[in-house]
């Protein structure tokens, strides 16, 4: 584990986050820089589908999620 260094403000911002996501400031930041680098590299993508990505490899199952293929859930198709 290394130290990163961050601006007072975006400290600020990151601790207030993690607050209102009920996360410590540095899983809000690890948060933060796994779905950044997926969303480069899917920049098509939208932030629901990055989210599925993260729960799929945490092999998370949510019964009416469909992949992030571009399939979409039984709410949505009706």
Do not use: C
Not at 38 to 44: G, K, R, V
């Amino acid at each position: 584990m290394g130290i990163v260094k961050i601006s007072d403000e975006l400290h600020e911002e990151i601790r207030k986050a993690s607050g209102a996501m009920s996360r410590s400031i540095n899983s809000q930041v690890e948060f933060w820089l796994k779905v950044g680098m997926l969303a480069e590299l899917h920049p098509t993508l939208s932030y629901q589908q990055l989210l599925q990505m993260l729960m799929q490899q945490a092999d998370v199952k949510i019964a009416g999620i469909a992949g992030v293929t571009g399939a979409t859930d039984e709410r949505r198709s009706a």
